[in-house]
């Protein structure tokens, strides 16, 4: 009986053989010789997130972990060049014939890009050279295409609508489709920002007063004739200095209306960070550390540049430098750009201050896992880089466990960490006199700064003790309801008799339930000459905000510019350009407030808010409410308060007053004003 299995297993398909048993990997498998699959290792693949350096299992991973491998000896000939990162046609050509991939190499091919394939050996025989042009041909060919004697531009002009700013789209895409019929691979730096100059209209702006960086028409050309040219990293670093001082542009807005192109290609910052590296070869007065890492910030703060990684550009940075001093050091000055400061205790009037950051560690964990596991460096290569990169910024705590995730132990001990705060007591006893200057007062005794009443309300720090809890901007909005005369408009009668009476108000409130438009309100602001107060909307009935538009947001700006409190809840219709046209017209404005519901959210953006970073922009408001606005962030918040201090600022989203929302907070433990800062 025993041999006839044994005969019945010889008759297997021999190509199980070479495929591992999965319970065998498991260590479960019962059959054991007489199993029909393999039960070599060499045949289990190979961890594909081991290769990444990422797997989280170990030793008790299904997959094989080698004890030695590289996979970029295995592959160096067949992925593409960081010199020629813009040939996406023919990167092959010069490779040698590609070995057969066996199972474990297509896992190893999947782990990586760029791999070799069957696709990719047919496209490379068949591609045909492309015949060179001069600079010359190429701007006569876009003097004809822009002249309409191009016979294609002709065809297409019938059918499309006669459109200025289509027409020059249209251009553009057929003068590209056609250049890149041909070569221009060997075209110095000149002669493509000669061509760049006259397909983008160079001559004609005045870079000191545009923004280059939200120029979508720039970046999309820029990026077409990138991909024609298709140059390397340190040839697109010379492109890029020699384009800003020829024309006095700004690199980083060119470097951000590069990348802020909507048909940016895959992989774009691992090249940015070689482009950044050679860039500071060539300038490291001007192109240093500090500029990256602000450059790097400035992506994270423009939503069409959020996707760019900062540790892929950066990784790619390092592996040209050679340095990990020096990239610890730019490392360290793009933590301290993306920390943030306390609003309570920072008390500056412009965005440049100079107190303490608040750097976040879970960044850190970030950065520097994923350099590490990027540049395989040794340990005295990774106690250089982490010297610098924290030098002042972390705890000892929070440094020992950055070391412990890098690898090093006890390497605490050998960074700078950040100094502890000094609370101004002594063994729990306060100081007998005030520290202050020119103060004989005793200090108070539990004043956390150690300072008399007068001398600690006149610091502007935080004190449990001194708290100033009727401060300037709260009296404000208590004025605000002495206003007199006021008139509350509950229902459409009272609206009626008010409108016949013709009586002036300075304050007007409009009911809860009472649902107004635009032409109604406009009706009482003509009656109504000296207006200081205007409120309307409820955001538990959503009336009469949602039909208020942005027309009514214009009369004001433009006919009751004194106006001094505006409350609009439950607004949801209201957008950016009203508002700011509201702030640039009423100087006087102190109490403003234009909020959605927790049903609708508003249409306002971070772009109000960024109007306020001016102080010359409504210089006396007190309050901003912006709550239930979909298109404001938490960041702008925050840097909006360190910017203007004496601002009392309220975001975030509003709970709702059903019983289902309700269980939902018991029931994840959160409470009533939670998503609100």
Same mark, same amino acid.
């Given at each position: 009986?025993?041999?006839?299995?044994?005969?019945?297993?010889?008759?297997?398909?021999?190509?199980?053989?070479?495929?591992?048993?999965?319970?065998?990997?498991? @260590?479960?498998? &019962?059959?054991? *010789?007489?199993?029909? %699959?393999?039960?070599?290792?060499?045949?289990?693949?190979?961890?594909?997130?081991?290769?990444?350096?990422?797997? %989280?299992?170990?030793?008790?991973?299904?997959? &094989?972990?080698?004890?030695?491998?590289?996979?970029?000896?295995?592959?160096?000939? %067949?992925?593409?060049?960081?010199?020629?990162?813009?040939?996406?046609?023919?990167?092959?050509?010069?490779?040698?014939?590609? =070995?057969?991939?066996?199972?474990?190499?297509?896992?190893?091919?999947?782990?990586?890009?760029?791999?070799?394939?069957?696709?990719?050996?047919?496209?490379?025989?068949?591609?045909?050279?492309?015949?060179?042009?001069?600079?010359?041909?190429?701007?006569?060919?876009?003097?004809?295409?822009?002249? @309409?004697?191009?016979?294609?531009?002709?065809?297409?002009? *019938?059918?499309?609508?006669?459109?200025?700013?289509?027409?020059?789209?249209?251009?553009?895409?057929?003068?590209?489709?056609? /250049?890149?019929?041909?070569? +221009?691979?060997?075209?110095?730096?000149?002669?493509?920002?000669?061509?760049?100059?006259?397909?983008?209209?160079?001559?004609?702006?005045?870079? !000191?007063?545009?923004?280059?960086?939200?120029? /979508?028409?720039?970046?999309?050309?820029?990026?077409?004739?990138?991909?024609?040219?298709?140059?390397?990293?340190?040839?697109?670093?010379?492109?890029?200095?020699?384009?800003?001082?020829?024309?006095?542009?700004?690199?980083?807005?060119?470097?951000?209306?590069?990348?802020?192109?909507?048909?940016?290609?895959?992989?774009?910052?691992?090249?940015?960070?070689?482009?950044?590296?050679?860039?500071?070869?060539?300038? =490291?007065? #001007?192109?240093?550390?500090?500029?990256?890492?602000?450059?790097?910030?400035?992506?994270?703060?423009?939503?069409?540049?959020?996707?760019?990684?900062?540790?892929?550009?950066?990784?790619?940075? @390092?592996?040209?430098?050679?340095?990990?001093?020096?990239?610890?050091?730019?490392?360290?000055?793009?933590?301290?750009?993306?920390?943030?400061?306390?609003?309570?205790?920072?008390?500056?009037?412009?965005?440049?201050?100079?107190?303490?950051?608040?750097?976040?560690?879970?960044?850190?964990? +970030?950065?520097?896992?994923?350099? !590490?596991?990027?540049?395989?460096?040794?340990?005295?290569?990774?106690?250089?880089?982490?010297?610098?990169?924290?030098?002042?910024?972390?705890?000892?705590?929070?440094?020992?466990?950055?070391?412990?995730?890098?690898?090093?132990?006890?390497?605490?001990?050998?960074?700078?960490?950040?100094?502890? =705060?000094?609370?101004?007591?002594?063994?729990?006893?306060?100081?007998?006199?005030?520290?202050?200057?020119?103060?004989?007062?005793?200090?108070?005794?539990?004043?956390?700064?150690?300072?008399?009443?007068?001398?600690?309300?006149?610091?502007?720090?935080?004190?449990?003790?001194?708290?100033?809890?009727?401060? !300037?901007?709260?009296?404000?909005?208590?004025?605000?309801?002495?206003?007199?005369?006021?008139?509350?408009?509950?229902?459409?009668?009272?609206?009626?008799?008010?409108?016949?009476?013709?009586?002036?108000?300075?304050?007007?409130?409009?009911?809860?339930?009472?649902?107004?438009?635009?032409?109604?309100?406009?009706?009482?602001?003509?009656?109504?000459?000296?207006?200081?107060?205007?409120?309307?909307?409820?955001?538990?009935?959503?009336? =009469?905000? &949602? /039909?208020?538009?942005?027309?009514?947001?214009?009369?004001?700006?433009?006919? &009751?510019?004194?106006?001094?409190?505006?409350?609009?809840?439950?607004?949801?219709?209201?957008?950016?350009?009203?508002?700011?046209?509201?702030?640039?017209?009423?100087?006087?404005?102190?109490?403003?407030?234009?909020?959605?519901?927790?049903?609708?959210?508003?249409?306002? !953006?971070?772009?109000?808010?960024?109007?306020?970073?001016?102080?010359?922009?409504?210089?006396?408001?007190?309050?901003?409410?912006?709550?239930?606005?979909?298109? +404001?962030?938490?960041?702008?918040?925050?840097?909006?308060?360190?910017?203007?201090?004496?601002?009392?600022?309220?975001?975030?989203? #509003?709970?709702?007053?059903?019983?289902?929302?309700?269980?939902?907070?018991?029931?994840?433990?959160?409470?009533?004003?939670?998503?609100?800062?």
């Amino acid at each position: 009986m025993a041999e006839s299995k044994q005969l019945q297993l010889e008759k297997k398909d021999p190509e199980k053989r070479k495929i591992s048993c999965r319970y065998f990997v498991r @260590g479960s498998c &019962r059959e054991g *010789n007489k199993c029909s %699959y393999s039960h070599d290792r060499s045949d289990i693949p190979v961890c594909r997130y081991f290769e990444e350096g990422t797997c %989280y299992y170990g030793d008790k991973c299904w997959f &094989r972990h080698p004890e030695e491998f590289n996979i970029s000896s295995r592959f160096d000939d %067949y992925l593409v060049p960081s010199e020629s990162f813009f040939s996406l046609g023919n990167v092959f050509s010069t490779c040698a014939e590609p =070995p057969p991939l066996s199972n474990i190499n297509l896992l190893m091919a999947a782990a990586i890009s760029s791999a070799w394939s069957d696709a990719n050996n047919n496209e490379t025989e068949c591609e045909t050279p492309k015949a060179p042009i001069s600079i010359e041909k190429a701007m006569e060919m876009w003097k004809i295409i822009t002249d @309409g004697e191009d016979p294609e531009k002709s065809q297409d002009s *019938n059918k499309s609508v006669d459109d200025s700013c289509e027409s020059a789209l249209d251009d553009i895409s057929l003068y590209f489709s056609k /250049l890149g019929k041909f070569d +221009i691979k060997n075209w110095p730096c000149s002669d493509v920002i000669d061509l760049l100059c006259l397909v983008a209209d160079f001559d004609d702006v005045e870079f !000191t007063s545009h923004d280059l960086s939200n120029d /979508l028409f720039v970046g999309n050309v820029l990026f077409e004739l990138m991909r024609i040219w298709k140059p390397s990293s340190s040839t697109t670093s010379e492109f890029f200095n020699t384009l800003c001082e020829l024309k006095q542009i700004d690199m980083t807005q060119l470097i951000i209306c590069l990348v802020s192109c909507p048909c940016r290609l895959d992989d774009f910052d691992c090249f940015l960070g070689e482009v950044l590296y050679h860039l500071q070869q060539k300038n =490291p007065n #001007t192109w240093n550390g500090e500029w990256v890492a602000d450059l790097l910030d400035k992506f994270e703060g423009n939503l069409e540049c959020c996707d760019v990684d900062a540790v892929d550009v950066l990784s790619s940075f @390092g592996s040209l430098s050679k340095n990990p001093g020096e990239l610890g050091k730019m490392a360290h000055a793009y933590l301290v750009k993306t920390g943030l400061q306390n609003s309570f205790e920072c008390r500056c009037k412009t965005a440049d201050c100079l107190c303490p950051i608040e750097v976040d560690e879970g960044v850190a964990f +970030i950065l520097f896992d994923g350099l !590490t596991r990027r540049l395989k460096w040794t340990n005295n290569e990774k106690k250089d880089f982490f010297c610098k990169a924290v030098d002042k910024l972390f705890l000892p705590g929070v440094l020992f466990q950055l070391g412990e995730s890098m690898g090093l132990k006890n390497i605490a001990n050998e960074s700078n960490c950040r100094e502890e =705060p000094i609370i101004n007591k002594a063994n729990g006893l306060p100081q007998s006199k005030c520290p202050s200057a020119d103060c004989s007062n005793n200090a108070k005794r539990d004043c956390v700064n150690g300072l008399c009443g007068r001398c600690c309300k006149r610091s502007g720090l935080w004190c449990d003790v001194h708290v100033n809890l009727f401060p !300037t901007r709260y009296q404000t909005v208590r004025a605000h309801d002495l206003v007199k005369p006021r008139v509350n408009l509950a229902t459409k009668g009272d609206l009626d008799c008010f409108l016949e009476t013709k009586e002036d108000a300075r304050a007007v409130c409009f009911g809860r339930d009472f649902s107004v438009n635009d032409d109604d309100v406009i009706k009482v602001l003509d009656l109504c000459k000296n207006i200081m107060l205007l409120e309307l909307g409820s955001s538990d009935t959503g009336k =009469p905000g &949602r /039909l208020v538009t942005d027309a009514l947001l214009h009369y004001i700006a433009q006919n &009751r510019p004194k106006l001094r409190k505006l409350r609009l809840e439950s607004a949801t219709s209201i957008a950016d350009d009203s508002v700011i046209q509201l702030l640039k017209h009423c100087h006087d404005l102190e109490f403003l407030e234009v909020s959605g519901n927790d049903k609708i959210s508003g249409e306002l !953006t971070d772009r109000t808010l960024k109007e306020f970073f001016d102080v010359n922009v409504a210089p006396n408001l007190k309050t901003l409410r912006v709550t239930d606005q979909r298109g +404001i962030s938490y960041d702008i918040v925050m840097r909006l308060r360190r910017c203007r201090p004496n601002l009392e600022i309220t975001a975030g989203d #509003t709970d709702s007053d059903s019983m289902a929302w309700s269980l939902i907070l018991g029931m994840t433990g959160g409470w009533y004003g939670d998503g609100l800062y």
